[in-house]
Nanobody, 115 residues
Framework: QVQLVESGGGLVQPGGSLRLSCAAS??????MGWHRQALGQQRELVAE???????NYADSVKGRFTISRDNAKNTIYLQMNSLKPEDTAVYYC???????????WGQGTQVTVSS
C-alpha cells in the first residue's frame, strides 16, 4: 500500500523560503514530484525528479525552487526560495511506481505567501 506523507507548508512573507518534504512508502518509485493548485486554477507541475536525479521545472519557478531526492528514504524535498504571492497554492506530492507506472497523490500542504 503506497503512502505519501507531506510536510513543510505554511505562511511566509514575500522573499522568504520554505522547504517541503514528501516521504513515500510501499513501493519503489520512478518519477517523484510536486504539483500545485491555486484557488480557482488548474493543478500544475512545479518540479519533478527521476531516480537518477534528472529534474524538470516549471518556467515560473526556475532559479528559485530546487527539487532533490533521497532514494534510500524514498523522500523528495522542494526548497523554495524568493517566494512570491503567486506561489500561494496547495502543493501536492505525486509519485509514480517503477513497476506498473501507477501514480499516487499526497493529501496536499498549503503554502501561503503574504505580508
Amino acid at each position: 500500500q503506497v503512502q505519501l506523507v507531506e510536510s513543510g507548508g505554511g505562511l511566509v512573507q514575500p522573499g522568504g523560503s520554505l522547504r517541503l518534504s514528501c516521504a513515500a512508502s510501499g513501493s519503489t518509485f520512478s518519477i517523484m514530484g510536486w504539483h500545485r493548485q491555486a484557488l480557482g486554477q488548474q493543478r500544475e507541475l512545479v518540479a519533478e525528479i527521476t531516480r537518477t536525479s534528472n529534474t524538470n521545472y516549471a518556467d515560473s519557478v526556475k532559479g528559485r525552487f530546487t527539487i532533490s531526492r533521497d532514494n534510500a528514504k524514498n523522500t523528495i524535498y522542494l526548497q523554495m526560495n524568493s517566494l512570491k504571492p503567486e506561489d500561494t497554492a496547495v502543493y501536492y506530492c505525486k509519485t509514480t511506481t517503477l513497476l506498473g507506472s501507477m501514480s499516487y497523490w499526497g493529501q496536499g500542504t498549503q503554502v501561503t505567501v503574504s505580508s
